[in-house]
């Protein structure tokens, strides 16, 4: 079936170091649609990035992640991380069929952790 | 304009206790989810509707959750004779079919636990 995986459950960084996070799946989806969504603490989970543009950078709140068909993979990075992007991140995906983008499937999620 | 709300936002159970959970989503959004997020982990998709039809409910553990949408507006998540397993947040999320952006707006959650 379809799956997406986060290899990083803990990502532990110091403010101002750049940040990459690892997102790989599998889809019998022609069209796949992926996601990275935010959750900070309390809060439900926000969209942060999308794409189904193979090999098209796309950005978000100086966040970035290119879409690569080629390897199933939807990395989500940032030049320099900040206090404030501690969160759990996830990586998500759907068929882009209209009728069926809604149905995401998530990854386990990576918490990010960032100290001064 | 409002997102989406749910209610009640925690709820404490003994094994064996019902409990409904209640979703009003974005006004105009026809598509409705409700996802299971345990703690730890992503959410995972329960059941969802487009309008008031139910579309997928294949993960919806069908013995003891159920899930209404009846006018395909508002939409009620149900357990009967809950489970410690079942304790995790419970997220109901919209979005608009033809809007081609794939995008989910997720309430801020009902948290059960299970004693």
């Known amino acids: 079936g379809d799956s997406v995986t986060q290899t990083e459950g803990l990502v532990t960084l110091t403010e101002g170091l750049p940040v990459m996070l690892n997102c790989t799946y599998q889809t019998i989806y022609s069209n796949p649609f992926l996601f990275w969504y935010v959750q900070h603490l309390n809060e439900s989970p926000r969209l942060l990035l999308k794409?189904?543009?193979?090999?098209k950078r796309t950005e978000h709140q100086g966040f970035h992640a290119t879409l690569h068909k080629s390897s199933s993979s939807f990395h989500l990075q940032k030049s320099s991380a900040q206090l404030s992007d501690s969160a759990l991140y996830y990586c998500a995906l759907s068929d882009r069929m209209n009728y069926n983008q809604g149905k995401l499937i998530f990854g386990q999620g990576t918490k990010l952790s960032i100290k001064p | 304009e409002a997102g989406v709300t749910q209610s009640p936002r925690y709820a404490v159970l003994q094994e064996g206790q019902a409990v409904s959970f209640w979703c009003d989503p974005i006004?105009?959004?026809?598509?409705l989810y409700w996802y299971q997020q345990p703690r730890d982990q992503g959410p995972q998709l329960l059941v969802y509707?487009?309008?008031?039809?139910?579309?997928?409910n294949s993960q919806l553990p069908s013995d003891r959750f159920s899930a209404v949408r009846p006018k395909g507006t508002n939409s009620t998540l149900k357990i009967q004779s809950a489970k410690q397993g079942d304790t995790a947040t419970y997220l109901c999320?919209?979005?608009?079919?033809?809007?081609?952006?794939?995008?989910?707006?997720f309430g801020e959650g009902s948290k059960l636990t299970v004693l």
């Open positions: 794409s189904f543009t193979d090999n």
């Open positions: 006004s105009g959004h026809d598509t």
């Open positions: 509707f487009r309008d008031e039809a139910v579309i997928d």
């Open positions: 999320a919209s979005s608009l079919e033809g809007s081609y952006t794939g995008q989910l707006y």
